[in-house]
């Protein structure tokens, strides 16, 4: 079994939803993103989605695509961020996910990057611009070193499609409640009900909701209908303003509203 649905498991057992935190590998530094990693880890975060900047990051809003600037501008790059992974998985046992575009990995070449990755002690891998149609060569080599290759469902999948992704789907299921990029938004207007059901009778693997979640109300609001909560761009934000010590107390703030006295516990 994936550590990825080992932490899920132990959070079915104590009737909590799980926290997924995002933050872009690099920005302001790696030794920063390490430290704020680290303090997500032990402010609750049960994932966290550790990005690679892309030069031309389509799924991103305008905070994400400033961080992967900012990172790139810094010196970032694959193998720095494999490093400073490694480092972190020597510190914290909690699983870290890498999201990024198919670009980079494939001109590191896939092999390469799944086994770099595997041997840093990542535990998934997300690419958000990667067809399901065309994720068979990485998949399996995700598969080969133990890498889970984690889809994302949108709202406009249709259901023979969600079913298609979801049958080769590892770690997790990652539905994306809105449609367009990523960012903070005041309102969600998806039915996430029927998100999250289309993909439920598809697969018994964890749902994860996000692109969207702004802070703790909207993760409350958000819980009944997922396994877990992903919050990226509310925290990006922070580490572009510099206030790298409210990145702890955002992720704390988060997590409470996603245990079990926050009255969602089971939904």
Known sequence: MSRIRETFNALKER???????????????LEQTGRLILAMAQAGADLV???????????????????????????????????????????????????????????????????????KGAAGLIVPDLPHEESGPLKQHADFYGLDLIPLVAPTST?????????????????????????????????????????RRHTDLPVAIGFGVSGPETAA??????????????????IAEGAYGEVGRLTASLKAALRPRAGIAGA
């Open 159 to 199: 259901p023979s499609r969600a079913a298609a992704i979801c049958a080769q789907a590892r770690g997790f299921i990652y539905c994306v409640s809105v449609t367009g990029v990523t960012g903070m938004r005041e309102t969600i207007e998806t039915d996430l009900q029927a998100l999250s059901d289309l993909v």
């Open 49 to 119: 989605e550790v990005g690679i900047p892309f030069s031309d990051p389509l799924a991103d809003g305008p905070v994400i695509q400033a961080a992967s600037n900012r990172a790139l501008a810094a010196g970032a790059t694959v193998d720095g961020i494999l490093e400073m992974v490694g480092e972190v998985c020597k510190q914290a046992d909690v699983p870290l996910v890498l999201m990024t575009y198919y670009n980079p990995v494939l001109q590191y070449g896939l092999d390469a990057f799944c086994r770099r990755a595997a041997e």
């Open 15 to 29: 009737g909590e939803k799980g926290l997924i935190t995002y933050l872009m590998g690099g920005d302001p530094g």
């Open 221 to 238: 609001r958000v819980a009944p209908f997922c396994d877990a909560v992903v919050v990226g761009s509310a925290i990006v934000r922070l």
